[in-house]
């Protein structure tokens, strides 16, 4: 059997709300944008920086987690998976989305 491995590290920030719904098991999922920035310097020695969006998704007690804890700005370090679901909509187009399922989030907020 071949191994696998799919695994996420990334620290940054919550930008915008955490959205909680719940299944119609009652299980909870959170949903939010994660913003990380990335900076370089030239081999001209010109600086750059650039942020990269995640969408994060957090099931079950992670999401109660994210509801309580994470607000616009937290900065946190997650870990997680990359998941890419597909979907049709009404006018029969096909759609994706590529979001981060987290399994581990710390804050760190009142570390910086």
């Not at 590290?9 to 930008?15: A, D, H, N, Q, S």
Request: charged share 25%; aromatic share 8%; glycine share 8%.
């Amino acid at each position: 059997m071949n191994k696998g491995l799919n695994k996420v590290l990334l620290i940054g920030r919550v930008e915008g709300s955490v959205e909680i719904r719940r299944m119609p098991n009652g299980r909870p999922v959170a949903a939010f944008t994660l913003a990380v920035p990335r900076t370089w310097t030239s081999a001209e020695g010109e600086h750059f920086e650039e942020t990269e969006w995640f969408n994060i998704v957090a099931w079950g007690s992670l999401a109660d987690v994210c509801e309580k804890l994470l607000a616009s700005e937290s900065q946190v370090y997650l870990e997680g998976r990359l998941q890419t679901r597909s979907w049709e909509d009404a006018a029969g187009r096909k759609h994706f989305r590529t979001e981060v399922v987290a399994q581990d989030i710390v804050t760190l907020s009142n570390f910086t």
